[in-house]
């Protein structure tokens, strides 16, 4: 069974950074293609970034476009999500997301087979 397990959210002040991270453990790592997406309360889940099973092709929504980046360590199972120069509006509670299928990074969240729980970050004006 494929679990995903979300950490690194909290609260921060706007400018702030922060670093998200999604260890994956009863699959092939290597093997996924990876995603992270958000939910603001009241509003739908969007897409954030994606990254390639090697890690070498990435996307990311124009929203975070140069403040946010995607990453992955397959040695460690993880895949990371680095935030600078937070905003408020980017309060919303973070989730990863695998995808078994895929060779190029999809922002379509109906493509993702595994989710984790997610995590909460606030980001106060």
């Known amino acids: 069974q494929v679990q995903l397990v979300e950490s690194g959210g909290g609260s921060v002040q706007a400018g702030g950074s922060l670093r998200l991270s999604c260890a994956v453990s009863?699959?092939?790592?290597?093997?996924?293609?990876m995603g992270w997406f958000r939910q603001a309360p009241g509003k739908e889940r969007e897409f954030v970034a994606a990254?390639?099973?090697?890690?070498?092709?990435?996307r990311h929504a124009d929203s975070v476009k140069g403040r946010f980046t995607i990453s992955r360590d397959n040695a460690k199972n993880t895949v990371y999500l680095q935030m600078n120069s937070l905003k408020p509006e980017d309060t919303a509670v973070y989730c990863c997301a695998a995808d078994r299928r895929r060779v190029i990074p999809t922002i379509d969240e109906s493509d993702y087979a595994y989710w984790g729980q997610g995590t909460q970050v606030t980001v106060s004006s």
């Open positions: 009863g699959g092939t790592f290597s093997m996924y293609g």
């Open positions: 990254i390639s099973w090697g890690g070498r092709t990435s």
